[in-house]
């Protein structure tokens, strides 16, 4: 296996679990531990993670995860989030009942349907049902399950046997990770397992993420491009996808009131 690989397993199992230990990864990965070692000190003078006797433990100050930007002041790809939360509010109806999946792009959509009237929207992610709270015709369900505190974020056992309980006419799901090889991926596989849930109890599946998760591959993956019955994202994502995703019938929404692909 060669070394980008390796850094790429070893982010996302960092990013999952907050922690990994030498043995375990030269195990898993095939490679030597002197190997292993020197993948995690590059991974320290990126500020990725922190070095501990025989592990490392992820530097949550500056975790490479979208959560990191919360502080929308802060984020750099906020004009393409908010171009993106401009297409999907006309995509959701007065009445509608939808699901929000936990994402920062998702809480730039939460923002721009607070005018709606009588929504219903099921999320696992607290600052999107906090944001939600502000209008009090909108109807917020959260599927409980164990709290990630830095995320704010529901997952687990429990939050995946409530999901099954419920049934949304659009799930907006957002993603980290667009590939042809993968197909749709995140980098907690606590999360890929929730949104494989979330899929299931959607009539429309509505995929939602930034022009740079195009051609990225995160840890988990959720399942193929056609798995999607839409996508929402920015004008400036590869041709091939545009190709792909037309010739497959999926709807590409790139700009507001406009989209390519099949009806």
Aim: hydrophobic content about 40%.
């Amino acid at each position: 296996m060669f070394a980008p690989e390796r850094i790429r397993i070893i982010k996302g199992i960092l990013l999952d679990k907050k922690h990994i230990n030498v043995s375990d990864l030269s195990t898993m990965l095939n490679v030597s531990e002197v190997t292993i070692r020197r993948d995690l000190e590059k991974l320290e003078k990126e500020k990725f993670l922190i070095r501990t006797h025989g592990g490392a433990i992820i530097n949550d100050e500056n975790s490479l995860d979208q959560e990191k930007y919360m502080d929308m002041d802060d984020d750099p790809y906020y004009e393409q989030r908010l171009e993106i939360a401009e297409i999907t509010v006309h995509m959701v109806d007065d009445n509608d009942i939808i699901l929000l999946s936990a994402g920062l792009t998702n809480l730039y959509i939460a923002k721009k349907i607070l005018n709606k009237r009588n929504v219903t929207v099921l999320t696992n992610d607290l600052n999107i049902a906090s944001e939600l709270a502000a209008n009090a015709s909108m109807k917020v369900i959260i599927p409980g399950g164990d709290l990630d505190a830095a995320s704010m974020t529901l997952a687990g056992k429990l939050t995946e046997e409530n999901l099954r309980n419920f049934f949304v006419s659009k799930a907006f799901i957002e993603v980290e990770g667009v590939s042809m090889q993968r197909g749709y991926t995140v980098q907690s596989m606590a999360r890929a397992s929730t949104i494989k849930e979330m899929m299931n109890i959607a009539r429309e599946r509505i995929i939602v993420c930034i022009y740079k998760c195009f051609d990225n591959i995160g840890f988990s993956q959720i399942g193929p491009l056609t798995i999607a019955n839409k996508v929402i994202t920015n004008p400036s994502i590869p041709d091939q996808y545009k190709n792909y995703f037309f010739e497959n019938n999926i709807q590409l929404f790139t700009a507001f009131n406009s989209y390519e692909g099949g009806i």
